[in-house]
């Protein structure tokens, strides 16, 4: 008996995995230095990691600040 099912889990072969799901959300890639889009219903954090991630992907710095209703994210470098 294979140790997978001791644990009550079966191990499967040829299943294929599914493609990444990429989901460009926001034009990090398309601004340049001084650009700025604003976004609303959606919470700082959220943003903030976005932020994260496109810089440390596309070599550049984004700061968001609160404005009105939303968030402005600008391109910093």
Do not use: C, H, T
Not at 2 to 19: C, F, L, S, Y
């Amino acid at each position: 008996m294979d140790r997978g099912e001791d644990m009550g889990v079966i191990i499967d072969d040829a299943v294929p995995m599914p493609g990444a799901r990429v989901v460009r959300r926001y034009p990090y890639a398309d601004m340049g230095v001084g650009q700025s889009f604003y976004v609303e219903g959606v919470q700082m954090q959220v943003v903030l990691n976005g932020n994260w991630r496109a810089g440390k992907k596309l070599g550049r710095k984004f700061i968001a600040r609160r404005e009105g209703d939303g968030i402005r994210v600008w391109r910093s470098e």
